[in-house]
């Protein structure tokens, strides 16, 4: 079994930074890609950004130019360095990862980002 364990989140002002990690532990083999979604009250989940294991990234749009994915091979860790906050960032915010497959192991517990004045 995997576990992902999340920390980073918090509040705030708009133009702020933050950045979120993500370690996972457990029965890990045959891992793919990591990346985070997030989901904001009355919204459903939107993917912000995914990373495979080679290092390459996609962003959603909202989010290209002003968020960074990156992650640590050797450790099963993912980051997400949040620049240029603005309040419509605020949500929850998921680590995710997946096998070889695309088949989804894991997800992190959430961890809260308020962008607020």
């Known amino acids: 079994q995997v576990q992902l364990v999340e920390s980073g989140g918090g509040l705030v002002q708009p133009g702020g930074s933050l950045r979120l990690s993500c370690a996972a532990s457990g029965s890990i083999f045959s891992i793919g890609a990591m990346g985070w979604y997030r989901q904001a009250p009355g919204k459903g989940r939107e993917l912000v950004a995914t990373i495979t294991t080679r290092g390459s990234p996609n962003y959603a749009d909202s989010v290209k130019d002003r968020f960074t994915i990156s992650r640590d091979n050797a450790n099963n860790t993912v980051y997400l360095q949040m620049n240029s906050l603005k309040p419509e960032d605020t949500a929850v915010y998921y680590c995710?990862?997946?096998?070889?497959?695309?088949?989804?192991?894991?997800w992190g517990q959430g961890t809260q980002v308020t962008v607020s004045s």
């Open positions: 995710n990862l997946k096998n070889a497959w695309f088949q989804n192991l894991a």
